[in-house]
């Protein structure tokens, strides 16, 4: 099963190379797989060190969440505290202008997924971002205006959102803009 948030590169690369409507198709792409990004990018401060290792979410379709776990164990037990979990997730979904409503645990993918978020360094708020990358590395890593626009966006999207502390949405932005640099990096 493939999900949007692993499809970035492919969703980029189309949008980038259109000619026409150029801003507007690298927009509606860089929004959608940003949102997913961000909010599977969260999964950890949600459900604590516990289980951040042994389950990753890969793809929101409507309002379900799937997450991938390391077994029918681990299943059940998420499965415990899954009115909590979505109680949480429920402030930075909004944030996004996401909604869950409902959680759907699996096991059968989880090493194709486990392998999919390891090649991306998949920590919280670092979901793509690989730790050998320093500030200088994302220093080097300019913009165009299309995407300083986006960022922009992308910053004034973020500060609007009230059940945020300050903090939280300071590292919320440069994390989606050093993963976005994190991923220019790797195509050099």
Known sequence: MTNDFSKLSDILNESVLSADNKAWRFGQAFEKSRNYT???????????????????????????????????????????????????????????DLKITDIRFDYKNWSAIKMTNS??????????????????????????????????????????VESLPSHLKDKMFRSALNQYKAKKLRQK
């Not at 971002?129 to 080097?140: F, L, S």
Request: glycine share 4%.
């Open 119 to 160: 090649e991306k360094s998949s920590t919280a708020f670092d979901t793509d971002v690989p730790e050998y990358y320093t500030q200088k590395d994302y220093e080097t890593i300019g913009l165009d205006n299309i995407e300083e626009e986006e960022f922009s966006k992308l910053k004034e999207t973020i500060q609007k």
């Open 38 to 96: 961000m909010l599977f990018s969260f999964w950890k401060n949600v459900v604590g060190k516990k289980f951040e290792k042994l389950s990753i979410p890969y793809e929101l379709k409507g309002s379900i969440l799937f997450v991938s776990a390391a077994s029918p164990a681990i299943i059940q037990e998420l499965n415990f505290f899954k009115k909590d979990i979505i109680e949480k997730y429920s402030p930075y979904a909004q944030g996004l």
